[in-house]
């Protein structure tokens, strides 16, 4: 049965997991996919941090390399850098299908620990078809970002702890060590997983009435973060011999997510209502969310050992998360199996009032389940209608292919073109490089249109996700609002001169009606908007300056 349902996740983690290439990439995909491949030229540190995402993607593109030189497609390894240049489409795949394997194998983990914590294939079996119909995770899944990645870790890392607190067995402490430490390794977001160790240790000594402080320093204890520090070095080897550069990149992440500088557009004020109430919600579908909070607050009231480790990793997390000025939906991925076995839990718990009358407990068990699964699996039947229509920013590429010469000067912004291939070039420069390098601090680099005429830029591609990012924030913190209001205003009369001294050629519009609210991660991963939707993508308008 786990494999049927294992199976229908990964069917709907690969389905079109290619869309939009190589015109269109998410975020930081296309960083991804450069470093990994630049370390077959032996540059083993790709000089960001923590690395083992990186180190993953480097190993799968290893493995199609040897294949192909297997098969005689390639006949050097460097032959790969010349298929990157021309056409990067695998290379992209390759780490998508990281994020798309590691989120199907989410999911048998979430059946064990379903059927771990209640000793009931059952809820294993609910939690694992939650998990695979959501809509969050399986969008993820097919974009080469960490968050799927460092989920599996900490889902997995939890299972061991699990064991660990059954058996107080060492090899299941240093199990849950050395996979938390991995979690850590892909993302700064899986340190939390570090509080398993004392957890599971105070919870022996208070089901044992012994002191508190021994269970802390025990071995046990001990040796989960020895392994949990190897971990790390094994997925992050270079912080060891660069300890200013990581330390110094520790720090940034604190400035960063602490005081919410420095990524433009993507802050906001009460992040764990807007996570509770949006993000969750948009991702999960609204009864699986409410089922899943449920399913907590009743485990909270029944206080047992494994119900207290149980919820004290998505309640910690959330509450820290929330609690960064720093939003991205993408940040509650890691609670989202612990949502999906909540939510099971809580449907059993409640078809077991009427488990006397076998035919009515089927028919409740049948009918909450139902309505768990409905809106995600219309969530991703819309997403995967819009996957068959190309994307605004393939739209707007072919245009430019169409309707202009090669070599010509044009101006773009963030979301527009992602990628164009050598040979195809239309002289393509940023707008504004400055304003979303987090270490500028909101710096802008925008001149006068006038000054990008005389350099002899003739076209513009203007994207949604980037002015409306510019003219929208920053939301939370004032000091910065009046900080960032000379660049705004500077965009504002930008705007201005555009409106009233260039033509517009064309745009590539992605919604049904256009009174819809900017927001950046809906522009990005079309959440809240789908309905809205008869494509994928910003809108993308095209002038012509001279």
Request: charged share 15%; aromatic share 16%; net charge positive.
């Amino acid at each position: 049965m786990i494999w049927l349902i294992s199976i229908l996740g990964m069917v709907l983690r690969f389905w079109k997991i290619g869309f939009g290439l190589p015109h269109v990439i998410f975020g930081d995909e296309g960083l991804y996919v450069y470093f990994a491949l630049n370390m077959g030229g032996g540059f083993l540190d790709p000089k960001f941090y923590p690395d083992l995402y990186f180190y993953l993607c480097f190993l799968a593109d290893g493995v199609y390399i040897l294949f192909s030189w297997f098969l005689g497609r390639f006949h050097s390894p460097g032959e790969a850098w010349s298929l990157y240049r021309i056409d990067p489409t695998v290379f992209y795949i390759i780490a998508r299908s990281v994020s798309a394997v590691l989120g199907t194998l989410t999911i048998p983990v979430t059946y064990k620990i379903g059927k771990k914590i209640f000793g009931s294939s059952q809820v294993g079996y609910l939690a694992a078809l939650f998990l695979s119909l959501s809509y969050m995770h399986v969008q993820y899944s097919q974009i080469a970002f960490l968050d799927v990645t460092l989920t599996f870790f900490v889902i997995l890392a939890f299972f061991f702890g699990l064991l660990a607190l059954e058996s107080g067995k060492l090899l299941d402490f240093c199990l849950s060590g050395l996979t938390g430490g991995l979690a850590f390794s892909v993302k700064y977001n899986g340190l939390g997983v570090i509080m398993w160790g004392p957890l599971i240790c105070l919870l022996h000594s208070l089901r044992d009435k012994t002191p508190v402080c021994r269970g802390l320093v025990s071995r046990s204890h001990l040796f989960f973060l020895l392994f949990f520090l190897l971990g790390f070095t094994l997925g992050t080897p270079y912080w060891i011999g660069n300890w200013q550069g990581f330390s110094a990149d520790i720090a940034d992440r604190v400035s960063l997510y602490g005081k919410g500088v420095g990524h433009l557009g993507w802050d906001g004020d009460w992040n764990s209502f807007h996570y509770l109430l949006v993000v969750l919600p948009n991702g999960l579908g609204w009864p699986l969310t409410i089922g899943g909070v449920a399913g907590i607050l009743l485990l909270l009231s029944r206080l047992k050992p494994k119900n207290v480790f149980f919820v004290s990793f998505p309640i910690l997390y959330f509450l820290v998360t929330g609690f960064s000025p720093v939003r991205a939906a993408r940040y509650m991925m890691p609670i989202i199996p612990f949502v999906c076995v909540s939510a099971a839990y809580l449907v059993f718990s409640v078809g077991s009032w009427f488990q006397e009358n076998r035919r009515l407990y089927r028919v409740i068990l049948s009918a909450m389940t139902c309505l768990m699964i409905a809106q995600p699996v219309l969530l991703l039947s819309r997403y995967f209608f819009l996957k068959t229509f190309p994307d605004t920013r393939q739209m707007a590429y072919d245009w430019l292919k169409t309707n202009l010469g090669s070599h010509k000067r044009v101006l773009e912004t963030y979301a527009g073109i992602s990628f164009v291939p050598p040979g195809e070039s239309f002289g393509l420069a940023d707008l504004d490089y400055d304003v979303f390098d987090v270490r500028k601090r909101n710096i802008s680099s925008l001149r006068s249109l006038e000054e990008y005429k005389k350099e002899g830029y003739e076209y513009l591609l203007l994207d949604e996700w980037h002015l409306g990012v510019v003219m929208n924030a920053p939301q939370t913190n004032k000091r910065l609002r009046e900080k960032y209001r000379k660049n705004r205003d500077r965009y504002q009369a930008f705007l201005l001169d555009l409106e009233k001294s260039a033509l517009l050629l064309s745009e590539f519009s992605p919604y049904i009606n256009r009174n819809v609210p900017f927001d950046p991660e809906d522009v990005q991963f079309a959440s809240r908007s789908l309905w809205n939707r008869k494509h994928l993508g910003p809108t993308i308008r095209i002038y012509k300056l001279q």
